[in-house]
């Protein structure tokens, strides 16, 4: 095993956050990071991250404001202000070794399911040709929940629920946070990407479903 570094590569920062620039920029035309929120990281070694700076307008982000974290959520070589649920990324980091980039969007389709399944604590999608987006669903006849957990402006409770899901055994690809945003990983941008647009339009569907049943 490499040793973490100490500051990260110059030229691997850059590539990074160029990177996270660019799907930001995809991301907010979409629409899904209204008003400043949302937030993106993506690992640059075992030990650091580069993730965005807390209130910029992600459709307009340049290298500038992407900063460099370790895996306890602090800056690194900087005195910008990461975004205040850090800690929601270097859990995936910590607990998914293979997960090297994390997407969290405000999607008006995410807010609102998250809202209407609260109560549930989860949203099950079964017989979507879609699920297969995820790695790891090879069919529509699987079962993908997504959990719903309570939202909170005290980032270790929000933690701990996250653990919990994990500690139980079930499969965990992605959260939706009631009222709040999804939170989505994967091993490489593309694939992050992928789980992200898959489950927005899935959380449109179960939405169009239960507007449209009689
Ligand atoms: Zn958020």
Same mark, same amino acid.
């Not at 959520?73 to 910008?80: E, I, L, P, R, Y």
């Not at 099950?124 to 402006?153: C, M």
């Given at each position: 095993?490499?040793?973490?570094? %100490?500051?990260?590569?110059?030229?691997?920062?850059?590539?990074? %956050?160029? %990177?996270? $620039?660019?799907?930001? +920029?995809?991301?907010?035309?979409f629409?899904?990071t209204?008003?400043?929120? #949302? !937030?993106? *990281?993506?690992?640059?070694?075992?030990? @650091?991250? $580069?993730?965005?700076?807390?209130?910029?307008?992600?459709?307009?982000?340049? +290298?500038?404001?992407?900063?460099?974290?370790?895996?306890?959520?602090?800056?690194?070589? *900087?005195?910008?202000? =990461? #975004?205040? /649920?850090?800690?929601?990324?270097?859990?995936?980091?910590? +607990?998914? =070794?293979? %997960?090297?980039?994390?997407?969290?969007?405000?999607?008006?389709?995410?807010?609102?399911? #998250?809202?209407?399944?609260? $109560?549930? &604590?989860?949203?099950?999608?079964?017989?979507?040709?879609?699920?297969?987006?995820?790695?790891?669903y090879?069919?529509?006849? *699987?079962?993908?929940?997504?959990?719903?957990?309570? !939202?909170?402006?005290?980032? =270790?409770?929000? /933690?701990?629920?996250?653990?919990?899901?994990?500690? #139980?055994?079930?499969?965990?690809?992605?959260?939706l946070? !009631? &009222?709040? &945003?999804?939170?989505?990983?994967?091993?490489?941008?593309? /694939?992050?990407?992928?789980?992200?647009?898959?489950?927005?339009?899935?959380? &449109?569907?179960? @939405?169009?479903?239960?507007?449209? *049943?009689?």
């Amino acid at each position: 095993m490499t040793k973490p570094l %100490a500051q990260p590569d110059p030229a691997l920062l850059a590539s990074r %956050a160029d %990177a996270i $620039a660019d799907a930001a +920029r995809e991301l907010a035309a979409f629409g899904w990071t209204p008003a400043t929120s #949302s !937030n993106f *990281s993506m690992r640059l070694d075992e030990g @650091l991250a $580069a993730i965005t700076i807390s209130g910029r307008d992600k459709g307009r982000l340049g +290298r500038d404001d992407i900063m460099v974290i370790d895996m306890d959520g602090k800056a690194v070589g *900087s005195d910008s202000r =990461p #975004s205040a /649920e850090t800690g929601l990324h270097t859990q995936v980091y910590k +607990r998914f =070794p293979e %997960a090297n980039v994390v997407l969290h969007t405000h999607s008006r389709t995410q807010s609102v399911a #998250s809202r209407l399944f609260a $109560a549930e &604590g989860r949203i099950r999608l079964e017989g979507w040709e879609l699920q297969k987006a995820i790695t790891g669903y090879t069919t529509h006849e *699987s079962v993908l929940d997504i959990p719903v957990f309570p !939202n909170t402006q005290h980032m =270790p409770e929000l /933690e701990a629920q996250v653990d919990a899901w994990i500690d #139980s055994g079930k499969p965990l690809h992605a959260y939706l946070i !009631n &009222g709040h &945003g999804i939170y989505t990983w994967g091993r490489d941008m593309a /694939e992050t990407r992928r789980h992200l647009e898959a489950l927005e339009f899935l959380l &449109g569907c179960e @939405l169009d479903l239960r507007r449209l *049943s009689p």
